[in-house]
């Protein structure tokens, strides 16, 4: 999946196409054999396998996002928009291969992330490469200029996958890395905003690494459920391998052991 070393052959179309592709070629295996089957039960079977797969392509090839997720059609349509945004698409698909491979975030240039202020950053893959920076910083300990990357998005104008993503590091970030009265606060005022939000409510209570620490986070400083919090906080470290990718789970156990951390030197404060 890692796109090639030099950036002008990325061939963008092309990865993206190859899944619905993919799915054509699958309804064609299950098709072509059912005109020539007999069978009232194989027939309608390969039949109906093979329109499924005939849909499902079409979907992923159709410029949509489901549940927040964007198809490989949205994909394409995205990344032709701007340079700046077909430039996001290969940094995204070449950090995550290199991470992949131990490299983490820490260990890129500071400027392998950058966004000008004149790039349309509602474009998801212009607001990934601000997203990637904001975490870049968050792992180097600049929590304040991570937090400050954030605010150039504005998460109700972009992908609703990568806005609640924002949210949500923005909430770690004003709950863990800061924890003074204002930006609990502010982080108490972003969760309530988004409590009657499908995609941000299943996002946040996924069993997924990647969204267990932000829960973590709110259930120890906002519900005061230290319990539940610890209990996420290893339920996270038990999944990490789960994503073999050694740069992202280092991120994530970093963030892990500062919410940690935090929460040992808070406790008595919390359980008042």
Known sequence: ME?????????????????????????????????????????????????TSVII????????SLSGYPSDGKNIFTAKRSPEAKHGFYVLLRTNGEMSKGKRLSDYDDNAFFVSESADKNNHFVATLIILRASQLE????????????????????????????IMS????????????????SARERFESKTKDKIFNNLLNMKHPVFIPYRAAIEAFLEKDIDNARMLISQARELLPSLQN?????????????????LNTNEADLLE
């Open 3 to 51: 796109p090639p070393e030099d950036e002008k052959e990325f061939r963008y179309v092309l990865y993206n196409a190859g899944g619905a592709l993919m799915n054509l070629i699958t309804s064609a295996a299950f098709l072509i054999p059912a005109f020539f089957i007999e069978n009232g039960i194989i027939s309608p079977f390969l039949v109906g396998m093979g329109c």
């Open 57 to 64: 392509g079409i979907s992923n090839i159709l410029p949509l």
């Open 139 to 166: 792992e180097k300990g600049d929590f304040r200029q991570s937090h400050q990357e954030l605010q150039r998005l504005d998460s109700s104008k972009i992908s609703p996958l990568y806005g609640n993503q924002v």
């Open 170 to 185: 923005m909430i770690f970030h004003e709950l863990v890395y800061f924890g003074d009265g204002p930006s609990v606060n």
């Open 246 to 262: 050694p740069g992202m789970e280092y991120s994530i156990e970093l963030a892990l052991d500062r919410l940690e951390a935090r």
